[in-house]
Nanobody
Framework: QVQLVESGGGLVQAGGSLRLSCAAS????????MGWYRQAPGKQRELVAT???????NYADSVKGRFTISRDNARNTLYLQMNSLKPEDTAVYYC???????WGQGTQVTVSS
């Protein structure tokens, strides 16, 4: 059984920064790709960033140059550093073990203008 627990969300002004964390239980974290998704009110969940087991990364065009995904395999933790935040980044952010049905419960990020 895998559990994913996000933290680090909150309220921030436009232009500010937040760092999200996703703590994973179980022993499969280091060998698997992980991703961050987000879902804004009234919108579909969308992929934000992915990182492979070898730490290759990909980003949605909307966050390139502002967000950085990383992982610490020793701590079984996934991160999302979010800089230059915009009001349109407001959403619930979820981490996911890719190619599986394992999702975290989500953490709210609200960016005020």
């Amino acid at each position: 059984q895998v559990q994913l627990v996000e933290s680090g969300g909150g309220l921030v002004q436009a232009g500010g920064s937040l760092r999200l964390s996703c703590a994973a239980s179980g022993s499969i974290f280091s060998g698997n790709a992980m991703g961050w998704y987000r879902q804004a009110p009234g919108k579909q969940r969308e992929l934000v960033a992915t990182i492979t087991a070898g730490s290759s990364t990909n980003y949605a065009d909307s966050v390139k140059g502002r967000f950085t995904i990383s992982r610490d395999n020793a701590r079984n933790t996934l991160y999302l550093q979010m800089n230059s935040l915009k009001p349109e980044d407001t959403a619930v952010y979820y981490c996911r073990l890719l190619a599986s049905s394992y999702w975290g419960q989500g953490t709210q990020v609200t960016v005020s203008s």
